[in-house]
């Protein structure tokens, strides 16, 4: 699937250039399409972090947050 974004990534790149060349670096379609290509930036190092997985517990308290199980005290 790294890939697979890779090459949008890069789709959205030349896109984002095109635009820019086309109608200007100051523009609103510019700017969306350097976005769009931010975004899939972000995701690609999202899915690359991965992060750990959710305890049982920690699942359960995300759909249960008001459950006695979940409750946060502070010192």
């Known amino acids: 699937m790294s890939n697979n974004i890779q090459e949008k990534i890069q789709e959205e790149l030349q896109a984002a250039r095109n635009a820019c060349d086309t109608s200007g670096d100051s523009s609103s379609e510019c700017a969306a399409a350097w976005d769009a290509v931010e975004e899939l930036q972000a995701e690609a190092s999202h899915q690359r972090a991965g992060g750990?997985?959710?305890t049982s517990l920690e699942a359960y308290c995300d759909a249960n947050p008001?459950?006695?199980?979940?409750?946060?005290?502070e010192d």
């Open 52 to 54: 750990p997985k959710k």
């Open 66 to 73: 008001d459950a006695d199980e979940c409750r946060v005290y």
